[in-house]
């Protein structure tokens, strides 16, 4: 058999490399979930940092204040202890459920989930970088609010750690809740209504001593998150805490939290393909 050059072959004849279709290009790596979240989570931020932190003083005084005013009323006791509890978490819900829900209604309304799903991004790292980011301010309000809460009613400071462990827990369960309700609303204008309401419930369900609601409104109760957390971070000031409960609700605020976070995704994917 003879090799005849490419050049010697008369014009019109392909060689067998250019006869045969091009290969598509090799895809890169898919984007893995942590360092996708990881880079969200910096990216939000760093963009919310200037904005947010005048809103997360206006909650902190705002929990302060409704400790203040409750102050005259309940003296001490299990009802001083949710009171303390339930003003510290209420920071959480106005950042993590009321704000959030803003931010993705506004983002929905304005194309810039276009931007998100342009990136190479799992849809689980926007949603949980969003609101670990969101819930990342409320540590320095949380903290203080407990503290002063603890100094107006003569509470103990031993167990202030178990904050560590309240706050992303019930930041998660409200972060999750809030994004769904911002993505979800079809106008921005619903989203804020709904994140209004939602942190007024969080206000009234989780501030006021469940001693003294109707059993209606017990049970109303019982399906906030942000309850869990609260009923856990309240049995840390008594003498003896009951450690076992206050797992028992961690653990409960944990699985709300996960399931939040997952119809959160779930309405990413729905808002940004439409």
């Given amino acids: 058999m003879s090799v005849v050059p490419a050049g010697a072959l008369p014009a019109g004849v392909l060689t067998a490399e250019e006869a045969a279709p091009p290969r598509p290009a090799a895809l890169g790596p898919r984007a893995r979930l942590w360092p996708s979240l990881a880079a969200v989570y910096r990216a939000q931020l760093s963009r919310a940092r200037v904005a947010r932190i005048p809103l997360l003083f206006v909650a902190t005084f705002q929990s302060v204040g409704i400790m203040i005013l409750m102050r005259g009323v309940v003296d001490g006791g299990g009802e001083a202890r949710a009171v303390v509890a339930g003003s510290s978490v209420l920071v959480v819900a106005f950042v993590a459920l009321n704000l959030l829900a803003q931010y993705f209604g506004q983002l929905r309304a304005s194309g810039g989930l276009d931007h998100y799903a342009t990136l190479p991004v799992p849809p689980a790292a926007v949603v949980l970088g969003a609101a670990g980011a969101y ?32 706050i992303p827990l019930a930041g998660a369960a409200l972060a999750g809740l809030g994004a769904a309700l911002g993505l979800l609303a079809p106008r921005p204008e619903l989203a804020t209504l ?7 419930a969080a206000l009234l369900l989780g501030v006021l001593p469940p001693e003294r609601m109707p059993e209606a409104v017990r049970l109303a109760r019982d399906l906030l998150p942000s309850t869990y957390g609260v009923d856990a971070f309240a049995r ?29 995704t779930w309405a990413y994917r729905r808002a940004a393909v439409r």
Avoid: R
């Fill in 194 to 200: 709904l994140g209004q309401l939602g942190m007024s």
């Fill in 236 to 264: 840390t000031f008594a003498p003896h805490p009951d450690w076992a409960h206050v797992l028992g609700d961690l653990a409960v605020c944990g699985v709300v939290g996960v399931i939040s976070l997952a119809v959160a």
């Fill in 135 to 166: 819930a990342s301010f409320t540590v320095p309000g949380t903290v203080v609010t407990a503290v002063v809460g603890c100094a107006l009613f003569g509470l103990p400071l031993a167990h202030l750690w178990v904050l560590a462990a309240v």
